[in-house]
């Protein structure tokens, strides 16, 4: 079946630091990808996708690359802001965005 | 354009009793799908609907239930409550087989 690993958190940076947050995943076919955030109290809020191998998703300085050969979807951000702070989760869809196989979450903590 | 809403936010049940939860999709989406997270098991799909008609489900027990109403609101029941179902419900719509949208979510705490 399908899953995603993302790494354990959390992940405690500092103002303008560079983040990435790793993402690995198993499926079969051709599943799309997506990172969502989730801050304290809250739902999850789509950050960005990729749907087919090397798509680029991209979002308020977030990317994340569709690599195929290594089955990754890693998340990174040049410069992060103390409003980063949140939880962010991989997640897979295969055959339709309505079912999606979430990672743990990874929470990140920035300090200014 | 207004998102996905959940009522209640929060809700307190005992042991044994039954609850329904309440989603309503953003306008013109079909497609509800509702997922529980807790920290220890994290987030995991319970069904989709799309059309009145569960199209998919994930491993729950029976006393997970849901519906779909002809306006695509949707809701889900959970009977003879146990401790474990506490957790943070969440409920994402979608047009057919598109990114899905999540609401805000139902704090469900069972003593």
């Known amino acids: 079946g399908n899953s995603v690993t993302q790494m354990e958190g959390p992940v405690t940076l500092s103002e303008e630091a560079f983040l990435t947050i790793n993402c690995t995943y198993t499926a079969t076919g051709y599943p799309s990808l997506f990172w969502y955030v989730q801050y304290p109290g809250e739902g999850l809020q789509l950050l960005l996708k990729a749907t087919k191998a090397d798509d680029k998703g991209s979002n308020k300085g977030f990317e994340a690359t569709y690599r195929k050969e290594t089955t990754s979807f890693h998340l990174e951000k040049g410069s992060v802001q103390v409003s980063d702070s949140a939880v962010y989760f991989c997640a897979l869809s295969g055959g339709g965005y309505s079912t999606l196989t979430f990672g743990k979450g990874t929470m990140l903590l920035v300090s200014p | 354009k207004a998102g996905v809403t959940q009522t209640p936010r929060y809700l307190i049940k005992t042991r044994g009793q039954q609850v329904t939860l309440s989603c309503s999709p953003i306008?013109?989406?079909?497609?509800v799908s509702w997922y529980q997270q807790t920290p220890g098991q994290g987030l995991q799909f319970l069904f989709e609907y799309f059309s009145e008609t569960q199209r998919n489900k994930g491993n729950f027990p029976g006393r997970f239930s849901g519906r779909q109403f002809s306006n695509s609101r949707s809701e889900m029941n959970v009977s003879t409550l146990e401790l474990g179902d506490s957790a943070l419900y969440l409920c994402?719509?979608?047009?057919?087989?598109?990114?899905?949208?999540f609401g805000q979510g139902t704090r469900l705490t069972v003593v």
């Open positions: 994402a719509s979608s047009r057919d087989r598109d990114v899905a949208f």
């Open positions: 306008s013109g989406h079909r497609s």
